[in-house]
């Protein structure tokens, strides 16, 4: 009847779950997530029952709600073996996934029995009738599945760890998994060139807490090495090694390490291993491209005149790499404005554009994204294509994006360079001057400005838009 399945859906939407989590597939690569999930269930088997219950709802995103109640029945079985004392609690996510998958395969009696079991477990736990209850399990649980949705999450993520904290300072996974969300924020800070959130003392704490975790202590490695402590860094990458030799998720850490650090092919040995145990992973296939970037610049840089045929091979490894990354991870903007510029190198003009426009169109690029490509397409339009009015078209729209980052600065500097260069060839063109006149506007240089404005409207006086833009700026002195 109609007030039955009313009531079935209002006790559905109190569960607290992946489903009324706000998880959308739209953010995210299903096939991706999938893989990286499987992996994770292969190598940090203390967190099967958080990542089974993530694999359960990924499969039902991808509309195999048969495969969604298998991985459920695997996080049962992990709870029983792992908590067996614990389990009233441990399984109250997997029990709410379980209500909601019924529930879309139409077995409501099923989904109305899972959400007895959750009331039931819910009342033995906090002596009262209520059934929201507030565990710091569950705060963690959610803020790792909001990690692994990515970027746009990870605001959300940070709020559960700190909830979850508040109940238990000192539990090892809820200071690991606060680590790593800080520390993924204040890498997208750095590069919106903002202030940065200390991530380096909750990375040492989490390491204190949990002396065997290893794929933290290579984060607390690479945070090291940012703020220029290499030596300690690779103490820490050492140990981390010597402890899980095999294990993937230190090694694609420590290469970054070297590859940053200068020592290319100690990178490059250490991913090839890793690509061993798991070769699906974006990652490594990325870290790979880049390593081979590195050895294309230091093949230009040491040579004057590089082997041909050396340059060639470089090109060709870094392009399969990014592709193959692309190809399992389709939302992968870097790798994608890698790739356009690696087919640039190549001379692969077609290609690159083509490569340039989808990476446009990716549905979940931030601001600063949106200016890194606008930056690398204008260096494209000018370095490449020989079109300077191209190149500054493009510059301008990420200038116009008003937020600081990278891809902004790489824009300004760009612009500025650019027009002064046409200045001084004495090509004296009005619309030069206005348009760097823009560009130190924009920049917050309203003398500059001002002065470009004049030098502008001397060489086209009628020019309403030069006009009017002077006329403000003096108005703002």
């Not at 940090?44 to 969604?68: D, M, P, Q, R």
Request: neutral net charge; aromatic residues 12%.
């Amino acid at each position: 009847s109609n007030i039955s399945m009313n009531s079935l859906k209002s006790s559905l939407l109190k569960l607290e779950c992946h489903f009324t989590w706000t998880l959308l597939k739209q953010d995210v690569d299903l096939g991706h997530l999938e893989d990286t999930v499987d992996d994770q269930i292969e190598f940090f088997v203390e967190s099967n029952i958080t990542n089974y219950n993530l694999l359960s709802y990924v499969c039902h995103l991808k509309g195999s709600n048969e495969e969604a109640l298998r991985n459920l029945q695997k996080a049962e079985a992990a709870a029983q073996k792992d908590h067996p004392d614990e389990i009233d609690w441990r399984i109250l996510v997997t029990w709410g996934n379980y209500a909601w998958i019924y529930y879309h395969m139409k077995r409501y009696e099923e989904a109305q029995t899972y959400i007895n079991k959750v009331e039931n477990s819910c009342k033995k736990l906090s002596n009262t009738a209520q059934w929201k209850i507030e565990l710091p399990e569950i705060y963690a649980e959610q803020g790792w599945a909001l990690l692994k949705f990515g970027r746009k999450y990870y605001e959300r993520a940070k709020d559960c760890f700190e909830t979850a904290l508040k109940n238990e300072p000192n539990n090892p996974r809820f200071n690991a998994g606060y680590a790593i969300v800080m520390y993924r924020l204040e890498d997208f800070s750095l590069r919106q060139c903002e202030e940065v959130i200390p991530s380096l003392e909750l990375l040492k704490r989490a390491v204190e807490l949990n002396p065997k975790s290893t794929f933290i202590m290579a984060l607390l490695a690479l945070k090291l090495q940012d703020v220029k402590q290499v030596d300690e860094g690779e103490r820490y990458i050492e140990e981390a090694m010597q402890i899980t030799p095999d294990l993937p998720y230190v090694q694609r850490y420590a290469a970054k390490f070297y590859r940053r650090k200068g020592d290319v092919d100690k990178a490059r040995e250490i991913l090839k291993k890793a690509l061993a145990v798991t070769p699906k992973s974006a990652f490594l296939h990325h870290q790979l491209a880049l390593c081979y970037k590195g050895k294309l610049y230091q093949l230009k840089n040491t040579t004057r005149y590089p082997p041909q045929e050396q340059v060639e091979e470089v090109i060709r490894l870094a392009i399969f790499h990014l592709k193959t990354a692309i190809a399992q991870k389709a939302k992968f903007f870097s790798a994608y404005m890698e790739l356009a510029n690696m087919y640039a190198q190549g001379r692969r003009y077609k290609e690159a554009e083509e490569t340039f426009q989808k990476a446009f169109q990716i549905n979940i690029l931030f601001d600063n994204d949106k200016q890194e490509y606008y930056y690398h397409y204008g260096n494209f339009q000018c370095f490449h294509m020989k079109s300077e009015s191209e190149a500054i078209r493009y510059y301008l729209e990420g200038l116009k994006i008003e937020k600081e980052s990278y891809g902004r600065k790489g824009c300004r500097n760009a612009l500025k360079k650019l027009l002064e260069k046409r200045i001084q060839r004495g090509l004296e063109d009005a619309t030069d001057f206005g348009t760097l006149g823009l560009v130190h506007n924009l920049s917050g240089e309203t003398h500059e400005a001002i002065e470009c404005y004049e030098k502008a409207i001397a060489l086209c006086p009628n020019n309403e838009e030069y006009l009017s833009a002077l006329c403000e700026l003096r108005l703002s002195i």
